[in-house]
């Protein structure tokens, strides 16, 4: 099974970007749908997106649609979530993860593989 390794994790200003980069090992990649989840301090963790293998078709949380894009690079072995107009709720450690069946849904329960996350801290 692939391995994941989350970067692009810092600081940012309130309406500032981040993105965030998920680098899978081994050749499997294209065998699994990716999605992003996050955990804010006293908080549990929380679907952000999600994006399939089979087709490309992205899946939101409510709380950041319009403002995060979800894309892979399968040449790559990456999953990218590109973070625009950042808000201080938006704080939180990202998870990526890794899910076999493809559904790219927003249960963690779906999700076999995860990486061992990166801070996001965004000032007011």
């Known amino acids: 099974q692939v391995q994941l390794v989350e970067s692009g994790g810092g600081l940012a200003q309130a309406g500032g970007s981040l993105r965030l980069s998920c680098a899978a090992s081994g050749r499997t990649f294209t065998r699994y749908a990716m999605g992003w989840f996050r955990q804010a301090p006293g908080k549990v963790r929380e679907f952000v997106a999600a994006i399939r293998r089979s087709d490309g078709r992205t899946n939101y949380a409510d709380s950041v649609k319009g403002r995060f894009t979800i894309s892979r690079d399968n040449a790559k072995n990456t999953v990218y979530l590109q973070m625009n107009s950042l808000k201080p709720e938006d704080t939180a450690v990202y998870y990526c993860?890794?899910?076999?069946?493809?559904?790219?849904?927003?249960?963690?329960?779906?999700?076999?593989?995860w990486g061992q996350g990166t801070q996001v801290t965004v000032s007011s």
């Open positions: 993860a890794a899910d076999r069946t493809d559904w790219a849904t927003g249960l963690e329960a779906d999700y076999d593989v």
